[in-house]
């Protein structure tokens, strides 16, 4: 596409910058993902799921495909959280089946075997390259969302070496030697900013900010480790481009949401599966946007409690500005025709 | 101990009733557990951990080790919330190392091999014995806390076979056929009334419901699966014995804390380690009184980090009803020294 993308048809923009379009725009965390027959497809021709992370071509491809098949109004960059730790220099793989794997790094003196924050780009810059086709490729309705990991939840991946029910490793870390972790949480905050100003500068209308392991933390570290640097991080990316929306996920922060925008300066909050509707609405929305919360089995069971639930959600939230999303990613489970009745349901 | 068992001298039920002790009273969950060496030593005594939960002589001393050791202000049962299924009939064992199986019941017609909520006693009876023992041996400022497995945390299991991430197995069935899934609910809510009742009736002071996975479920779930069944259970407690507290523990609820107290008539809610004390004190605290929340991640680290935490959150929350615990069960790696020195900051 030739022509100049602008946001004035673009509903997720529109909704982002305070402006409130006739429904609310939809998209689904983890889109491009196996619930699809065609990412599949894509996926086994990449070889590893790094592979397919690095690849441009396919990257794309894999991007665009939720976005041809149901018309979301965003389409978010096809990567992985653990891209910036790799780039850091940290041994990264994934076992079948399982998840991720990395050679722990569990000690300030661990951190000296670290890159600097200016050296991560020579790894990431396939994914930049995958930005810029997207950013010629997309229709101009459809937003491309850039998006990092939060300093927190990389760093228990990080400090853990693996994922894990309760974060346990970098917990005893932050508490047993709080100004090593701070270092470590410094050091991926800078990435973080560095990555995606590289990503806006690729053309990145939007980015998110995963904090999925916020819910972690206890409310004083959940201040230090996620409020902070997701304020940090929002002051840094609008310095330069004031006009670029932040979206925070503070993942499992519950009563923590509230204030959460305002703190840290985002234009708007994802909500986990667990937040109620109500709450959102008195709470939440008039310090920003918020977005969510569908849960993702709904798009297993389908039927009358989806599009039940999805009115409801419109109902309740699409007074004020909102965007309609899931709770948490959606799973392989998924059945794609329930998609496409959801997608009927918001778009009406 | 041949002396009646009153109230006059408990500070754990004075505050439950609405009274304000000179210092919060302090318990721990899993208190009796792997991370003391007189509980690992009765443990290898026992055999495998069901053969513990079912042994009066056994499960009396491992309730009252960590009592001798530091003093807290309460005993609570040494049980586990499947023993409930396994009284209804679920086939039950525990992987050394991976935690609980059990033989899934996924469909309507699987509960038909149930048995009915009036033949649980039959295996719970060792349990209720237990009860008696501790009645008579624990020092008489001691409050015995009997507990049940909330109906909606029991059923993940049960549908699952086993401990998981997600709860997807339950989730999926609850909206794919929720009439089914509604009539577990309910045979797990009577069964649940059914063994706290006889827990009283056997000794128990106060019960607790313990709802470890009521943050998964969506909002409008949440209230028909994990509000209503607390209300249920608190309501026919209190229609028999209305002297004794109820404690509910929704755990990862959020902000669907708010109102949990007043919907259910609980007396008290545990909180989870992510819930912030001043919000605690704001929203909750005027309904009911509060339990918790220490991170247990702190009884492995110690040092200043533990000292300052328990007196910030004694400080915040200990003007209103209050009783001092952690926002989750206690590790096997918790150092024993670290409990003395919260117990010791505590009792102040």
Not at 60 to 78: N, S, Y
Not at 168 to 192: Q, V
Request: charged share 25%.
């Amino acid at each position: 596409m030739d022509a100049p993308r602008g946001m004035a048809d673009k509903a997720m923009l529109r909704t982002l910058r305070g402006d409130q379009p006739s429904r609310p725009p939809i998209w689904l965390m983890r889109q491009a993902g196996r619930y699809l027959p065609e990412y599949r497809a894509t996926r086994a021709e990449a070889g590893s799921f790094l592979d397919l992370c690095y690849n441009p071509d396919l990257a794309t491809e894999v991007t665009l495909q939720p976005i041809r098949r149901f018309g979301f109004d965003a389409a978010i960059l096809f990567a992985d959280i653990l891209l910036v730790p790799q780039a850091l220099g940290q041994k990264l793989w994934f076992v079948e089946g399982e998840g991720p794997r990395l050679e722990p790094v569990e000690s300030r003196e661990d951190l000296g075997r670290l890159k600097r924050t200016e050296d991560i780009h020579e790894t990431l810059e396939p994914v930049y390259e995958t930005v810029r086709r997207l950013s010629g490729a997309l229709p101009r309705e459809t937003t491309l969302i850039g998006f990092a990991g939060a300093p927190w939840t990389v760093a228990t991946y990080m400090v853990a070496g693996r994922g894990g029910l309760d974060q346990a490793p970098a917990r005893k870390w932050l508490y047993s030697e709080s100004e090593g972790f701070a270092k470590l949480i410094d050091l991926l905050t800078e990435a973080t900013i560095a990555y995606l100003l590289r990503q806006i500068e690729a053309g990145a209308e939007v980015v998110k900010v995963f904090d999925s392991w916020a819910g972690a933390l206890a409310p004083d570290q959940f201040q230090k480790y996620a409020v902070e640097p997701a304020r940090r991080i929002t002051v840094a990316i609008k310095a330069i481009h004031p006009d670029v929306p932040v979206i925070g996920f503070p993942r499992g922060a519950g009563a923590g949401y509230a204030g959460f925008a305002k703190a840290t300066g985002v234009d708007a909050v994802a909500l986990d599966t667990s937040v109620p509707e109500e709450w959102a609405r008195d709470a939440l929305q008039s310090d920003s946007a918020v977005q969510g919360n569908l849960d993702p089995i709904l798009l297993i069971t389908g039927g009358d409690a989806l599009v039940r639930r999805a009115e409801r959600l419109i109902e309740i939230l699409g007074d004020g500005p909102y965007i309609f999303n899931l709770g948490h990613g959606i799973t392989p489970e998924a059945d794609p025709a329930h998609v496409e009745t959801l997608v009927r349901t918001v778009k009406g």
